[in-house]
């Protein structure tokens, strides 16, 4: 099992940033990459952004190209998602999840991102 706890939500005026931090524990040498994923009020959760640990690869939701990046500290076990020009329709909860080789998907509890005008 892999254990992420989230961290670094809360209230940003637009165009403001935040950084997200998503900390894992556990068998985390079973990890392949690392995503992250939001959910607004009424919305299906959807893909943000992913880097894989071995090669740092990433890759990004067409929404958030530019604005956003994605991080590792493979060493420490964390995860960061650096948020930047933060718009209204940002506003979600920020799920961290972890993808095993055995292609097992773990999630963390999430964390809010209110953007307000």
């Known amino acids: 099992q892999v254990q992420l706890v989230e961290s670094g939500g809360g209230l940003v005026q637009a165009g403001g940033s935040l950084r997200l931090s998503c900390a894992a524990a556990?068998?985390?040498?079973?990890?392949?990459?690392m995503r992250w994923f939001r959910q607004a009020p009424g919305k299906e959760r959807e893909f943000v952004a992913s880097?894989?640990?071995?090669?740092?690869?990433?890759n990004y939701a067409d929404a958030v190209k530019g604005r956003f990046t994605i991080s590792s500290d493979n060493t420490n076990n964390m995860t960061y998602l650096q948020m930047n020009s933060l718009k209204l329709e940002d506003t979600a909860v920020y799920y961290c999840?972890?993808?095993?080789?055995?292609?097992?998907?773990?999630w963390g509890q999430g964390t809010q991102v209110t953007v307000s005008p």
């Open positions: 556990g068998r985390t040498f079973t990890t392949y990459a």
């Open positions: 999840s972890a993808v095993t080789y055995g292609a097992d998907v773990h």
């Open positions: 880097i894989d640990w071995g090669s740092s690869r990433t």
